[in-house]
């Protein structure tokens, strides 16, 4: 059963559009949340995070909003540029079990 | 240059092969994570070491091995393994066991076996 679920295998935006990548979860205990970036024949590389005492975290060109009622967050990137082109992973965790769960990940397409 | 090493980058192994997975970290970080990514599945988190020691086995079957023989180098010893171990194998390390520490991954060995 997944806790973590990204039902978007994949996302086509324009560049200069919001991109909007959305994650839900299932398990109440999660109070932290990771997105994770990877690019092929990469590694995944971390690129923003939020704790559940918040609804929202900002950095750069990267938001993501946290909904704790409806299980859901989201990872808004805005502008999109090609470069964003990569999976994104969602990730959720809580402190008594340190090590987050991911999502399979959906593949964002940033065309020129 | 993400501070963690895997080699090889790609291995092709028989059913009846024993080769091992290599992890590097250059971050001073006490904990280090093999994690399994198949197609189409979430990533699977396989061993946790904290400070060498074997904190979490998540049902990881007796043919993959880990080993840690220090906190900066992280092994994973595959024997008789199966068509369905194909798969990339990521290396991550992190400061802390801390899901609020953010994880460094390598950039992961593709496997296939034959």
């Known amino acids: 059963d997944q806790q973590v679920k990204q039902n978007s295998p994949s996302l086509s935006v324009q560049e200069g559009r919001i991109s909007i990548l959305n994650c839900d979860y299932t398990?109440?205990?999660?109070?932290?949340f990771l997105w994770y970036k990877k690019y092929p024949a990469e590694g995944p590389t971390f690129l923003i995070s939020?704790?559940?005492?918040?609804d929202k975290n900002e950095d750069g060109r990267f938001t993501v909003f946290l909904n704790k009622s409806a299980k859901h967050l989201s990872l808004h990137i805005v502008p999109s540029q090609p470069g964003d082109s990569a999976v994104y992973f969602c990730?959720?965790?809580?402190?008594?079990?340190?090590?987050?769960?991911f999502g399979r990940g959906t593949s964002l397409i940033v065309h020129p | 240059e993400t501070g963690v090493t895997q080699t090889p980058r790609h291995l092709v192994m028989g059913m009846t092969n024993k080769k091992s997975l290599k992890c590097e970290q250059h971050?001073?970080?006490?904990?280090m994570y093999w994690y399994k990514q198949s197609a189409k599945k979430p990533l699977e988190l396989m061993f946790v070491y904290n400070f060498k020691e074997q904190t979490e086995n998540n049902s990881v079957p007796s043919r993959f091995s880990p080993e840690c023989p220090n906190s900066s180098h992280l092994f994973l010893h595959l024997h008789t393994l199966q068509p369905e171990d194909s798969a990339l194998y990521l290396c991550a390390s992190s400061q802390g066991q801390g899901v609020n520490t953010e994880a460094f991954f390598g950039q992961g060995t593709r496997l296939t076996v034959v």
């Open positions: 398990n109440s205990m999660f109070d932290y």
């Open positions: 939020i704790s559940s005492i918040k």
């Open positions: 971050l001073g970080h006490n904990a």
């Open positions: 990730a959720a965790g809580s402190g008594g079990s340190y090590i987050p769960t």
